[in-house]
């Protein structure tokens, strides 16, 4: 039982986690996208609010993971950033001859 309610909270803290990291990149966004000098500092500002309480939620998280999960849970980043290579056309700022000069 004891597991559960364990699991359960661990869940409950990556959804939070989740909505936060969005919460940060709207406001990153909208800093971006923004031409007045003090909004964009506000936005930044808050951006990094976010970021703040993200880094001590993901903290929480790995606490409460045991050693076999963190393992599991570092494999799994590794495996997802080798999938995204970097040669997507759309995410390229250089052109095909430029990024394929094998």
């Not at 359960?8 to 971006?32: E, F, N, T």
């Not at 031409?35 to 703040?52: F, K, P, S, V």
């Not at 997802?80 to 040669?87: A, I, Q």
Request: glycine share 2%; proline share 3%; hydrophobic share 25%.
């Amino acid at each position: 039982m004891q597991n559960k309610k364990q699991q359960s909270s661990v869940g409950s803290m990556i959804q939070r986690c989740h909505k936060w990291r969005q919460k940060r990149k709207q406001y990153m966004d909208l800093a971006r996208q923004t031409a007045d000098e003090i909004e964009r500092e506000r936005l930044l500002q808050a951006a990094e609010h976010y970021g703040r309480i993200v880094n001590e939620e993901q903290n929480k998280i790995d606490q409460s993971r045991t050693p076999a999960e963190k393992i599991a849970a570092e494999t799994a980043a590794v495996e997802s950033s080798e999938n995204t290579d970097g040669t997507d056309d759309d995410d390229s700022p250089f052109p095909d001859f430029i990024t394929n000069l094998k």
